[in-house]
């Protein structure tokens, strides 16, 4: 099993930036991922990255948030920058234990999930 606890959420004005921190104790994860999921919004992927490091970014991030990860401390980062009310929404880190896995933005491939932090970007 991998536990996972999210910090770092906050408010901020728009044009802001939060650093997110996932920490995973238990069994070590593989790929591991940031979904957020805004209030009466589906949840949605933002950013994975892989064991060996291969990330992707949702369309909507790109440019914007940095996702990266200490593999040693076993923790997961999300830097988020330039932020905007539509950035508002509870941010969650999910992960999974497949070996040479790719990252992707699937729920159904991370069985392991944080309870979330919330990021709230006003203007």
């Known amino acids: 099993e991998v536990q996972l606890v999210e910090s770092g959420g906050g408010s901020v004005q728009a044009g802001g930036s939060l650093r997110l921190t996932c920490v995973a104790s238990?069994?070590?994860?593989?790929?591991m991922v940031w979904f957020r999921q805004a209030l009466g919004k589906e949840r949605e992927g933002v950013a994975a990255?892989?064991?060996?490091?291969?990330?992707v970014y949702a369309e909507s991030v790109k440019g914007r948030f940095a996702i990266s990860k200490d593999t040693a401390k076993r923790t997961l980062y999300l830097k988020l920058n330039n932020l905007s009310p539509e950035d508002t929404a509870t941010y969650y880190c999910?992960?999974?234990?497949?070996?040479?896995?790719?990252?992707?933005?699937?729920?159904?491939?991370?069985?392991?999930w944080g309870r979330g932090t919330q990021v709230t970007s006003s203007s």
């Open positions: 238990g069994k070590s994860p593989s790929c």
């Open positions: 990255i892989s064991s060996r490091g291969r990330i």
């Open positions: 999910a992960a999974n234990r497949v070996a040479y896995c790719e990252p992707t933005m699937s729920e159904s491939d991370y069985p392991y």
